[in-house]
């Protein structure tokens, strides 16, 4: 069963904190995106790569920055954590010739 | 241009009753139209797609329609069941992307469905 797998389902950090969300893929797709989602604001992009190495800002990457080493990881950062960093943060991978995205489960964050 | 506006927030509907959903793009370019469903805990998965060669599209009881001229497109659910409730999320891309060409989903707001028994 092909997935992609978010590490955590839920983390409590502390403002200032420096957090890590990881997202590894087995599709051996190429493209990998992370998105926040809010209610009412739906999936907005915060960064994308579309090769190791390669990275891409999205509609809100500010005080986000990603890594992805391998094809199949791709980490998001929050240099400096902020309560209003508090949302739902979604992975997902797509193969470069297909449209369609696959979703990780999400890992829900909360800044106190 | 790249907004993808989706009607209403939150919908309720009688089990047996149809569910709509409704989606308005911009960019002309778009050419590949998705609805994703996420039930709680879970990430969005793709429930149906079109390319604007078409009108409608059926799977079940999940119909798409397309108008293209109106540059929208909406989600109708026939026969709605308890088990349809979720959120249901529309998006727009402008092909894949390839490298760092094309293009990326861009997603509408949301809509949370509640089918009650």
């Known amino acids: 069963d092909v997935k992609v797998t978010q590490s955590s389902r839920y983390l409590v950090k502390r403002t200032g904190e420096k957090v890590f969300l990881e997202c590894v893929q087995d599709?051996?797709?190429?493209?990998m995106f992370w998105y926040r989602q809010d209610p009412g604001l739906g999936l907005r992009l915060i960064y994308f790569?579309?090769?190791?190495?390669?990275?891409e800002k999205g509609d809100i990457p500010e005080g986000y920055s990603v890594s992805r080493e391998k094809k199949e990881r791709f980490s998001l950062i929050l240099e400096s954590a902020s309560t209003n960093q508090t949302s739902m943060y979604l992975c997902a991978s797509s193969a470069r010739v297909n449209y369609g995205y696959t979703f990780g489960s999400g890992t829900r964050l909360t800044v106190v | 241009q790249q907004q993808v506006k989706q009607s209403p927030q939150s919908l309720i509907v009688q089990k047996g009753g149809i569910s709509i959903i409704n989606c308005a793009y911009e960019?002309?370019?778009?050419?590949?139209f998705p609805w994703y469903q996420q039930f709680p805990g879970k990430g969005p998965a793709l429930l149906i797609a079109i390319r604007p060669d078409v009108s409608e599209k059926k799977e079940g009881r999940f119909t798409i329609s397309f108008n293209k001229s109106a540059k929208q497109f909406s989600l109708h659910i026939m026969d709605s069941q308890p088990g349809d409730s979720a959120t249901y999320f529309c998006?727009?891309?402008?092909?894949?992307?390839?490298?760092?060409?094309?293009?990326?989903?861009?997603f509408g707001q949301g809509t949370e469905l509640s089918v009650k028994p």
């Open positions: 960019n002309t370019a778009f050419d590949y």
């Open positions: 790569s579309y090769d190791v190495k390669m990275k």
């Open positions: 599709m051996d797709h190429e493209n």
């Open positions: 998006a727009a891309s402008r092909g894949p992307l390839i490298y760092n060409q094309g293009g990326k989903l861009i």
